[in-house]
T-cell receptor
Framework: SAVISQKPSRDICQRGTSLTIQCQVD?????MFWYRQQPGQSLTLIAT?????????ESGFVIDKFPISRPNLTFSTLTVSNMSPEDSSIYLC????????????FGPGTRLTVL | GQNIDQPTEMTATEGAIVQINCTYQ??????LFWYQQHAGEAPTFLSY????GLEEKGRFSSFLSRSKGYSYLLLKELQMKDSASYLC????????????FGAGTQVVVTP
């Protein structure tokens, strides 16, 4: 499985500000995904980060609120823009495995609290 | 629409067996995954089923019946460290690579 790191691991932010979360993988991967896990909830897919093109967003998520970059095959960022307390959540990146089974592995997550 | 159902919580004693069921109704099917998530941590991959039948990995086994839209995760010889949330997730053919998660089953192991 790939080794995935995320920065920051946690942050406390003020309403109206923005935070950029980084996801780094130790090997080149085609597919990278960003998920959100709100308190006490399961995971919801935000978007697929595509290398060299715009991210593909799921219903209910838009680029203006969650801009994503994917400059190469080992790195991606997710920005949470103009934050409100409702954005308090854990944000996780995931990547496909290399074993050919479509398995996805998750980064350690970024715990965001918006005051 | 897509629907993935699993029980909210299950309690079992140390050394026992627990079976977590997951039923799904999705547009197309390309595999079912089970993840374990301890409080405050990221999900950890446990198993992947794409064909009918049982996959065994040590104390954990996962079963799939595609015709019934049904899977279960079997945890044997329960240990206290198995107390966690267990997430069922489906990959559909119209959303390659993307996982749709159930709400998770909180397993509590008691002494």
């Amino acid at each position: 499985s790939a080794v995935i790191s995320q920065k920051p691991s946690r942050d406390i932010c003020q309403r109206g500000t923005s935070l950029t979360i980084q996801c780094q993988v130790d090997s080149q991967v085609t597919m990278m995904f960003w998920y959100r896990q709100q308190p006490g909830q399961s995971l919801t897919l935000i978007a697929t980060a595509n290398q060299g093109s715009e991210a593909t967003y799921e219903s209910g998520f838009v680029i203006d609120k969650f801009p994503i970059s994917r400059p190469n095959l080992t790195f991606s960022t997710l920005t949470v823009s103009n934050m409100s307390p409702e954005d308090s959540s854990i944000y996780l990146c995931s990547v496909e495995g290399t074993s050919g089974t479509d398995t996805q592995y998750f980064g350690p997550g970024t715990r965001l609290t918006v005051l | 629409g897509q629907n993935i159902d699993q029980p909210t919580e299950m309690t079992a004693t140390e050394g026992a067996i627990v079976q977590i069921n997951c039923t799904y109704q999705t547009s197309g099917f390309n595999g079912l995954f089970w993840y374990q998530q301890h409080a405050g941590e990221a999900p950890t991959f446990l198993s992947y089923n794409v064909l009918d039948g049982l996959e065994e990995k040590g104390r954990f086994s996962s079963f799939l019946s595609r015709s019934k839209g049904y899977s279960y995760l079997l945890l044997k010889e329960l240990q206290m460290k198995d107390s966690a949330s267990y997430l069922c997730a489906v990959m559909t053919t119209d959303s390659w690579g993307k996982l749709q998660f159930g709400a998770g089953t909180q397993v509590v192991v008691t002494p």
